[in-house]
């Protein structure tokens, strides 16, 4: 089966800086990356994935970079806000979804 | 709005009781997924359906079961069974089980009395 470990499990970064969270997997059929933030007491969202054909996918101040012979991918987070601070998610697919541990990321205003 | 929804928000259930959480999805998706969530802990995989009638065990099927009489509805029962039901239970649909994100409930508390 699949397993995603997720670095680091807490991260706190003062507004306006970036952040980083990296994710590697162990399936080598494994083509579909997602990236959820889920706020406290809320489901996770969906805010970007990327498929094994694409190495970067930006969408305004979020990216996600993906090297499939090193079996890992990463969440960027640029000028990040305060209301950036969530635990996000990252995962995988195999048979299915397997999901990483989560990172509780801290923005310091 | 398509969306999906998870009731009730929060349950409180006594030992050796039967409770049943529900999901339903507008989204018109064939996958559907049960996970707990534990606090601080990431996301386990319950149950999951690809079609209606059919469904999959996931990590931790023990002492929970499921139906998919409907496309749009996934409920989940936590049996006597389940040792440790305490938890946040997330469903989430997606268009199908492979290559496709999940859109996720609101989640359901439940906690044993």
């Known amino acids: 089966g699949e397993n995603v470990e997720q670095h680091p499990s807490t991260l706190s970064v003062q507004e306006g800086d970036s952040a980083v969270i990296k994710c590697t997997y162990s399936?080598?059929?494994?083509?579909?990356f997602p990236w959820y933030k889920q706020e406290l007491g809320k489901g996770p969202q969906l805010i970007i994935d990327i498929r094994s054909n694409v190495g970067e996918k930006k969408d305004q101040r979020i990216a996600v970079t993906l090297n499939k012979t090193a079996k890992h991918f990463s969440l960027h987070i640029t000028e990040t806000q305060p209301e950036d601070s969530a635990v996000y998610f990252c995962a995988a697919t195999g048979n299915q979804f397997y999901f990483g541990t989560g990172t509780s990321l801290t923005v310091i205003p | 709005d398509g969306g999906i929804t998870q009731s009730p928000k929060y349950l409180f259930r006594k030992e050796g009781q039967n409770v049943t959480l529900s999901c339903e999805q507008n989204?018109?998706?064939?996958?559907m997924y049960w996970y707990r969530q534990d606090p601080g802990q990431g996301l386990r995989l319950i149950y999951y359906?690809?079609?209606?009638?059919?469904?999959q065990k996931g990590d931790i099927a023990e002492g929970y079961s499921v139906s998919r009489e409907k496309k749009e509805s996934f409920p989940l029962t936590v049996t006597s069974a389940q040792k440790n039901p305490t938890a946040f239970y997330l469903c989430a649909s997606s268009i199908a089980v492979r290559e496709y994100g999940y859109t996720f409930g609101s989640g359901t508390r439940l906690t044993v009395v």
């Open positions: 359906s690809q079609i209606v009638n059919d469904f």
């Open positions: 399936d080598s059929a494994s083509n579909y």
């Open positions: 989204l018109n998706h064939d996958a």
